[in-house]
């Protein structure tokens, strides 16, 4: 086992673990029982897509606009599959265990480790993966349990801390004027459209935005 | 069934799914580079609607209120790089005073 590797997978694993509270508190905050916020982290194990989902239902969404965004956001696990594929050559059970704990941090763990080998590449990949999955679920219980002991959503200012929760995973991503016009004129379009669209819709429809924004871009 | 877990089910299975044939599908499927774009664009879209949504509407309404404020509180720790916590910290403290007012 490599050191270097290791330490690396528990950092990770724990940093991104704790924001397993503040999806806890935002899944309540939207609706979701104590068992579906925790089914919710153990099952879907997907950050951006488990928000996605609370921020939808919280908005008084479908059933079918929640599920359709948390999956447009998990596409981007499929991408990380097809990248961790040849890496792993994984078959059978192993190819399932593999394939629930791709995301971005195993993923990014695993890439990052190219310089010290092949071995540590496939180490960083199942060690991150497991990590992140023990920390995410324990905190996410945690903020569940936290936010409903807590009763109204707005008076603990719950409220305000879903949205800026998101806003603290959106705002590294905007690293260039492309990407912030691309994010204002989403937040624009979905404000303006909510009280016309279904709950849900309004959201789920800036998609046509990125489709735009990146067919246009220069590649 | 209630609506809510659909949603838990119905996304754990797409989830899973969507993962499990990233093991399967060729890769040359999946590879072209105006999808990955695309793709690497949908999430700052989506997140910013939520953000849109949840702090100025509710119920299909445009409401202005506590949330607001806590939001713009929120940009200005972030444009003083404040780490994640303080974010959300600031962010519900000041809605929070607000409300209770």
């Excluded at chain 1, 925790?38 to 008084?60: D, K, P, R, Y």
Aim: proline share 3%.
């Amino acid at each position: 086992m490599n050191r270097a590797t290791a330490t690396q997978s528990f950092g990770v694993s724990f940093t991104v673990g704790l924001y397993g509270t503040a999806f806890g508190a935002a899944s309540i905050a939207a609706g979701f029982s104590v068992l579906q916020t925790c089914l919710l982290s153990l099952l879907t194990f997907s950050g951006a897509s488990q928000f996605a989902v609370a921020g939808v239902m919280g908005a008084g969404g479908t059933a079918i606009s929640a599920i359709a965004t948390a999956s447009l956001l998990g596409t981007r696990n499929m991408l990380y599959a097809l990248r961790m594929a040849p890496l792993l050559r994984v078959t059978g059970i192993k190819k399932v265990i593999a394939a629930h704990i791709t995301i971005d941090e195993s993923t990014g763990v695993a890439i990052s480790q190219e310089k010290l080998g092949t071995q540590a590449m496939k180490q960083g990949f199942w060690l991150t993966g497991f990590g992140v999955y023990t920390f995410w679920n324990i905190f996410t219980l945690l903020g569940a349990l936290g936010a409903q002991a807590m009763g109204n959503p707005s008076a603990w200012g719950l409220d305000a801390a879903v949205p800026a929760a998101f806003l603290g995973l959106l705002w590294p991503n905007l690293t260039n004027n492309f990407e912030r016009v691309l994010a204002v004129s989403a937040l624009v379009m979905a404000v303006v459209l909510s009280p016309v669209l279904s709950a849900g819709l309004p959201i789920i429809s800036t998609v046509v935005l990125a489709v735009v924004f990146g067919w246009k871009a220069r590649i | 069934m209630s609506t809510f877990w659909i949603v838990v089910i119905g996304s754990s299975i797409a989830l899973f799914l969507l993962r499990y044939s990233g093991y399967m599908i060729p890769e040359k499927y999946l590879t072209n580079p105006r999808v990955l774009r695309i793709n690497t664009l949908i999430p700052i879209v989506l997140m910013s609607a939520m953000v849109g949504v949840q702090t100025v509407t509710e119920n299909g309404k445009w409401v202005i209120d506590q949330r607001l404020a806590g939001i713009a509180v929120a940009v200005v720790a972030l444009l003083l790089k404040a780490p994640y916590f303080v974010v959300m910290v600031s962010a519900a403290l000041t809605s929070a005073l607000l409300y209770r007012l």
